[in-house]
């Protein structure tokens, strides 16, 4: 979100934010898929291939699912020049190692879990929103799921426990000052 999109929020309406709200999800899916592709060249056994490939086809499905609902209401995707990802890669820097590119992922999928579950227990969610929310939650407990025991199979296969630890803590807490500020914005814009 960038400032000119916040000087908007007098005008927005109910159906203002859920697009953007949408929109916030729909580029953290985006650029979660992004993420993998990155990996998926990394791990050549065959069962991170078959996980990888399943955990992106999800990941560009829930884009898809955000975009369909934003689509129903009538709405386009926002573009987000400042979104999550992209802070949150701003302050991480780039993964230097697949135990590193792991962890980051693991603490991605930590929060877009956790940041559906906390949606689904607002009052009011529409149907349509409460069925995506759900879809999508169940996907996310898996990929954590898997990713983080393959971080930590590869990890102690090359004596890196350690370091994988450092770098899960790291990233942890780097993500949470990211997604506060990010939090913070997001409760400018909704203020009408
Ligand atoms: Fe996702
Ligand atoms: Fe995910």
């Known amino acids: 979100m960038d400032s000119s999109q916040v000087t908007e929020r007098a005008r927005m309406s109910a159906v203002d934010k859920q697009i953007l709200i949408f929109s916030v999800y729909r580029d953290a899916e985006l650029r979660g898929a992004r993420l993998l592709f990155n990996l998926i060249g990394h791990m050549k056994d065959g069962d991170s291939q078959l996980k990888m490939a399943k955990h992106l ?8 699912l955000w975009t369909r609902r934003i689509a129903d209401l009538g709405g386009t995707p926002l573009m987000l020049a400042d979104g999550y990802q992209r802070r949150l890669g701003l302050r991480i820097g780039v993964p230097k190692t697949v135990v590193e590119l ?5 603490v991605v999928e930590e929060r877009a879990q956790s940041r559906y579950m906390a949606h689904a227990a607002l009052p009011n969610v529409d149907d349509e929103t409460r069925e995506v929310l759900k879809a999508v939650t169940e996907d996310e407990t898996w990929h954590l799921s898997w990713i ?11 004596g890196v426990e350690a370091k994988a630890d ?15 500020t990010l939090a913070a ?3 400018e814009l909704m203020r009408t």
């Open 57 to 64: 086809a999800d990941e560009t499905r829930h884009a898809w």
């Open 102 to 106: 792991l962890a980051l992922t693991v």
């Open 148 to 158: 983080e025991k393959k971080m930590r199979e590869i990890a102690r296969a090359d």
């Open 166 to 180: 450092e770098a899960i803590d790291r990233y942890r807490s780097i993500e949470r000052e990211v997604y506060a």
């Open 185 to 187: 914005d997001e409760v």
